[in-house]
C-alpha cells in the first residue's frame, strides 16, 4: 500500500508569518493529493487538494505544490493567524485507498 | 444534512470484551472506511470498502473486522478487545467509485473515543 511520510511533526511561527508543511509519498500511481485541518475533538476537514495533473494550486493564504517526479508535496500557508492552530495531515490516494501522513500541530503564537 | 455519524461517541471496554462501532453517511457515497488515530501515529486506515459487499484491508487491520451492511452503513466490530486498541477510531465516506477522476473530498464522523481497560 501506499506509504505518506509528513515533515515536521510540530511547527510553531509567529503571527503573520509563513508555515510549510512537506509531505513525501511511496506509489508513484497514486493521483490525488489532499490536506485536512483537524482542530481538537473534531474530525479531519478537507482544506485544500491537488490532482496529478496539476502541480501548484492557491486558495486565498493557502498553496499546495506537487512534484511528481519527486514524489513530494507541501501546504504553504501565508500570514498565519490564531485559528490556523490546528493539526494538519496530508494523504494519497490511489483508486479509493486514502493513505495519511502522521500530521503536523501547528501553533500560530500571537 | 447529518454527513458521516458514527456511534457511541465514548466507550470503556474490559479486556476480552466485544463492541461494533457503527457508521452511517447519507450523501449516497460509494466508498466508505475506518481509520484509528493514536498520539504521533496520523491516521492509519484498519478496512476499507470501495463500494457495496467489498471490503479490504488496510494499514492495521488485525484484531478487527468490517461489514459493509449497505451501502449507506459500514461497521467495525472488536471480537475480543485489547489496551492496543485504546485509540480513537474515525469513520469517512467518499463518492470514489473505480474511476480515479472522480477522487474528491473524504467526509469524517466526529470520531469515537475508545479505552479498553
Known amino acids: 500500500g501506499e506509504n505518506v511520510e509528513q515533515h515536521p511533526s510540530t511547527l510553531s511561527v509567529q503571527e503573520g508569518d509563513s508555515a510549510v508543511i512537506k509531505c513525501t509519498y511511496s506509489?508513484?500511481?497514486?493521483?490525488?493529493f489532499p490536506w485536512y485541518k483537524q482542530e481538537l475533538g473534531k474530525g479531519p476537514q478537507l482544506i485544500i487538494d491537488?490532482?496529478?495533473?496539476?502541480g501548484e494550486k492557491k486558495d486565498q493564504r493557502i498553496a499546495v505544490t506537487l512534484n511528481k517526479t519527486a514524489k513530494h508535496f507541501s501546504l504553504h500557508i501565508t500570514e498565519t493567524q490564531p485559528e490556523d492552530s490546528a493539526v494538519y495531515f496530508c494523504?494519497?490516494?490511489?483508486?479509493?485507498?486514502?493513505?495519511f501522513g502522521a500530521g503536523t500541530t501547528v501553533t500560530v503564537r500571537a | 444534512n447529518a454527513g458521516v455519524t458514527q456511534t457511541p461517541k465514548f466507550q470503556v471496554l474490559k479486556t476480552g470484551q466485544s463492541m461494533t462501532l457503527q457508521c452511517a453517511q447519507d450523501?449516497?457515497?460509494?466508498?466508505m472506511y475506518w481509520y484509528r488515530q493514536d498520539p504521533g501515529m496520523g491516521l492509519r486506515l484498519i478496512y476499507y470498502?470501495?463500494?457495496?459487499?467489498?471490503?479490504d484491508k488496510g494499514e492495521v487491520p488485525n484484531g478487527y473486522n468490517v461489514s459493509r451492511l449497505n451501502k449507506r452503513e459500514f461497521s467495525l466490530r472488536l471480537e475480543s478487545a485489547a489496551p492496543s486498541q485504546t485509540s480513537v477510531y474515525f469513520c469517512?465516506?467518499?463518492?470514489?467509485?473505480?474511476?480515479?477522476?472522480?477522487?474528491?473530498?473524504?467526509?469524517f464522523g466526529q470520531g469515537t473515543r475508545l479505552t479498553v481497560v
Open positions: 469517512a465516506s467518499t463518492p470514489w467509485g473505480q474511476s480515479r477522476s472522480m477522487n474528491t473530498e473524504a467526509f
Open positions: 506509489d508513484s500511481a497514486s493521483n490525488y
Open positions: 491537488i490532482r496529478s495533473n496539476v
Open positions: 494523504a494519497a490516494s490511489i483508486i479509493a485507498e486514502l493513505s
Open positions: 450523501m449516497n457515497h460509494n466508498s
Open positions: 470498502s470501495a463500494s457495496e459487499g467489498t471490503t
